[in-house]
């Protein structure tokens, strides 16, 4: 299966500002998914990144918020933006493709917003 | 996508066989039933997948009935270190939709 390389692993920033997470593979990969994970909650998946095309965003979550890039088969950002406390979460990648055995997910950017 | 029912939580002692049942009503035809396992600061974990019958791996097996609206994940004889979170989902095996994910089981582990 795919190895994930998913930056930063924590971080605390300031209401208002920015964050930009990284999620690297080892692999070309069709789809990444971005997900957020709210303190003992499930997963909510935010949005599905394509290679070459603008990403697919869930209910809930919009572009101006989260936006993502998508610049080859195996690189994704996800940045959140204007933060606020409620932004504090656990943000985690996934990867998953033909042939894969289950998907495959980073080991998540534990993000608090002061 | 189909949804997927779990218990929320479920406790056991060191030993012991764990089944979890995950009810999936609404599974299609082309759908795969799949479980995760995640462990506090990580990402949810592949454990086992299956369409029909059973299916073996060397961590759990997996039941599934010939109508497959259900599915049982067995953990034989836990340890504390299987406390986690247990997700059940449904899915093409493909692996290029995108993960619904539920509520999970919440298995604590006690000595």
């Known amino acids: 299966s795919a190895v994930i390389s998913q930056k930063p692993s924590r971080d605390i920033c300031q209401r208002g500002t920015s964050l930009t997470i990284q999620c690297q593979v080892d692999s070309q990969v069709t789809m990444m998914f971005w997900y957020r994970q709210q303190p003992g909650q499930s997963l909510t998946l935010i949005a599905t990144a394509n290679q070459g095309s603008e990403a697919t965003y869930e209910s809930g979550f919009v572009i101006d918020k989260f936006p993502i890039s998508r610049p080859n088969l195996t690189f994704s950002t996800l940045t959140v933006s204007n933060m606020s406390p409620e932004d504090s979460s656990i943000y985690l990648c996934?990867?998953?493709?033909?042939?894969?055995?289950?998907?495959?997910f980073g080991s998540g950017t534990r993000l608090t917003v002061v | 996508l189909a949804k997927t029912t779990q218990p929320i939580s479920m406790d056991s002692y060191e030993g012991q066989e764990v089944n979890i049942t995950c009810s999936h009503n609404n599974i299609a035809t082309n759908d795969y039933i799949t479980w995760y396992q995640q462990f506090p600061s990580q990402g949810p974990r592949f454990i086992i997948q299956?369409?029909?019958t059973k299916v073996t791996n060397e961590v759990a097996s997996l039941f599934i009935p010939a109508d497959r609206k259900s599915s049982t994940l067995s953990l034989p004889r836990v340890s504390l270190s299987d406390t986690a979170v247990y997700y059940c989902?449904?899915?093409?095996?493909?692996?290029?939709?995108?993960?619904?994910f539920g509520t999970g089981t919440r298995l604590q582990v006690f000595p």
């Open positions: 299956g369409y029909k």
């Open positions: 996934s990867v998953g493709d033909i042939g894969f055995y289950g998907y495959t």
């Open positions: 989902l449904v899915g093409g095996v493909e692996n290029t939709d995108k993960l619904i």
